[in-house]
Nanobody, 123 residues
Framework: QVQLVESGGGLVQAGASLRLSCAASGGTFSRYSMGWFRQAPGKEREFVGLISMSGGNTYYANSVKGRFTISRDNAKNTVYLQMNSLKPEDTAVYYC????????????????WGQGTQVTVSS
């Protein structure tokens, strides 16, 4: 059983940056591919990006490509989401999730989830 805890959310102005962290415990972190998802009010949870077990491969949704970067530190059991040039449409609750396989972009494919952290971008 893997427990995930996100942190780093907040209220920022458009154009600002934020870095989210997701700390894992209770499992072998390096065995899991990690994904980031987000959910805005009234909308379905959507894929943001993912990173492979080793951190050598990443994949992003088109809406965030070039602005967001995912990294991980397996020694610290932590995955990060660096968000630059934030836009009001990035406002959502952001979740990290763990999957046993790489390359998965749909929520049901992820086995473990954090509780989420709110990101609000004002215009």
């Amino acid at each position: 059983q893997v427990q995930l805890v996100e942190s780093g959310g907040g209220l920022v102005q458009a154009g600002a940056s934020l870095r989210l962290s997701c700390a894992a415990s209770g499992g072998t972190f390096s065995r899991y591919s990690m994904g980031w998802f987000r959910q805005a009010p009234g909308k379905e949870r959507e894929f943001v990006g993912l990173i492979s077990m080793s951190g050598g491969n990443t994949y992003y949704a088109n809406s965030v490509k070039g602005r967001f970067t995912i990294s991980r530190d397996n020694a610290k059991n932590t995955v990060y989401l660096q968000m630059n040039s934030l836009k009001p449409e990035d406002t959502a609750v952001y979740y990290c999730a763990a999957a046993r396989n790489f390359g998965l972009t749909t929520p049901p494919a992820y086995e473990f989830w954090g509780q989420g952290t709110q990101v609000t971008v004002s215009s």
